[in-house]
């Protein structure tokens, strides 16, 4: 009962509302435009890094170190799609994961650790006085202390990263659904289906493209925001990993769908966090046999449920099965 | 008949390795009719379509539509100008609906701008209008039922009528069709031979692909007559179609031979390979 508790808590954190909005823009890419990003990770690298140390190191305004990670993530999606745009989606695919791994690596090298503090990540410590949330704390409006929702207990801190994380989530999600509906989305979906018949019909396909991977990479960015700042930025986080774990949330929630990749980031982490407390359970109880390393088995459940889904619900939670039955468009 | 051309083209070259795929000294496409582009597999002819729309670069020529010169373009601007085409194997976008396949190739849509996509003020009228015209043109090709399917659904020869519906919802000067019969039952190549008609009668040019010269006959105009890349021929349908160095260009020297004869003679031939590649 503990474990179905702790896991449906997963629904409220903030990290859950990070993978959502990363989703969100993930499936801008790749639900909407057909574009195969597998460099996701870097854009949401780019807007950590670009707040933390904006705040933390250079003492500047939140806002402004908003407006910077924004600025840093139009200029990451320039700097990728201007040369790959116009080639086949594939060639994308190749930049993108090569990208993120070398935002990785530069965040990580020892050269730049005055402003990256290198392997070490940027520390987000009130006593030491370099706290990247200092802000976002300072505005919260609930008293200091715990605050009861039905059998969950939040502290103030928790319940406002919540609030604020799932309004910007819920805010996105408002935006995309009104960008998708309008003439400017419907020629996103002809261009995920055949760009030379869009092309034909004297749209500019490279534009479109480039304002898609503009704006699903700004929310990519806004996502990293919201993923450090309960917590630290550390240049492990962002590897490939991040990315296919948010391909996962989006498939299991459904593609090309306003709602899916709110609802597959929810499913994720309620799934990831009650496989962990089962298999602390199996620890404690002495049933693993004392597998070395008994916390990466839930990556394995977690595969297995994405195996059973797409065998069973290819068209994810939401998706349109009619959708998949034409695959030879 | 004073002439007034909507398409001119001056020595587009176009070549693939050593092969010059493309070579056409002159090719003019007069306004308000319908010109017929024949010729063997290979000629060059879908390439040729490909470089004059952009969809292609040529490695040398120049060509203008509508008296404005469009040589080097993009596709989508050449486009925009009024010269629409389609392809022979047909571009339906499968997982958006019929209608909807309708409405992205509407032209002029204020919407369609990411500064203007959030106010749906600015665009529903537009919206609206389009969807009245799509609705239209769905009933004129016999789509009307399917407007709400996805286009994934369609049968091969509803795609061909949807793709010549669409570039028509993109209010062309010239139409370009690849190959618009291709692959198509007698009675729907029929069908789309009236509605190429009526491109023409309400005041368009057509410009087509055809390898039936039955077909093309009953309806072309003008023929053009391309082989192995350049301009063979080109004048009114009865006079073309009897020169004799075209249909042999065309069908081959053999098209009077009988059928069973040239079957006896492969059949021959490959029974002869056969043994040939068993003995080595």
Known sequence: MDILLTSLQQIMSPVTAAYALAAIGLNLHFGFTGLLNFGHAGFLAIGAYGFAISVAVLDLPVVVALLVAVALAVLFALLIGIPTLRLRADYLAIVTIAASEIIRFTVNSSVLAGLTGGAQGINNNEAMGNSYSQAFKDANPFDAGRVEIGPWVFTATQLWAAILTWVVVAVVAALVWALMRSPWGLVLKGIREDEHALTSLGKNVRLYKTQSLIIGGVIGALAGIMLVLPSTVAPGDFNSRLTFNLFTVLLLGGAATILGPVLGAIVFWVLLQASDGLIQLGERGGWLGGFADASQLRFTLVGIVLVVLIVFRPQGMLGDRKELAFDDK | ?280
Not at chain 2, 153 to 175: C, D, F, H, W, Y
Not at chain 2, 190 to 202: G, K, M, N, Q, V
Not at chain 2, 256 to 276: H, N, P
């Open chain 2, 1 to 280: 008949m004073t002439s007034d051309p909507v398409l001119v083209a001056e020595r587009v070259v176009r070549g693939f390795g050593g092969v010059r795929a493309v070579d056409v000294e002159h090719l003019t496409v007069e306004r308000g009719t319908i010109t017929a582009l024949i010729g063997p597999n290979g000629a060059g002819k879908t390439t040729l379509f490909n470089v004059l729309t952009g969809f292609d670069r040529a490695d040398g020529g120049r060509w203008s539509f509508d008296g404005t010169d469009v040589t080097g373009l993009p596709a989508h601007r050449i486009a925009r100008l009024g010269m629409v085409r389609t392809f022979q194997l047909t571009r339906v976008l499968g997982r958006l609906t019929v209608l909807e396949n309708m409405l992205v190739g509407a032209r002029h849509q204020p919407g369609e701008t990411l500064r203007r996509a959030l106010v749906p003020a600015l665009w529903k009228g537009k919206r609206a209008a389009d969807v009245d015209r799509a609705r239209e043109l769905l009933d004129r090709f016999a789509l009307g039922a399917k407007a709400g399917d996805h286009a994934a659904s369609l049968s091969g020869g509803q795609r061909k009528l949807l793709e010549m519906a669409r570039a028509l919802m993109n209010e062309p000067t010239l139409v370009m069709l690849d190959e618009p019969m291709a692959g198509v039952n007698p009675a729907l190549a029929r069908s789309l031979l009236d509605h190429i008609t009526a491109l023409r009668d309400e005041g368009r040019t057509v410009l087509f692909v055809e390898h039936d010269l039955h077909l093309v006959k009953s309806v072309s105009d003008r023929v053009v007559v391309m082989a192995q890349g350049a301009v063979v021929t080109e004048g009114a349908p009865d006079t073309v179609l009897r020169d004799p160095a075209v249909v042999d260009a065309y069908l081959g020297a053999h098209h009077d031979t009988d059928l069973r004869e040239i079957i006896a003679r492969e059949t021959a031939r490959e029974t002869a390979g056969e043994t040939a590649e068993e003995t080595g």
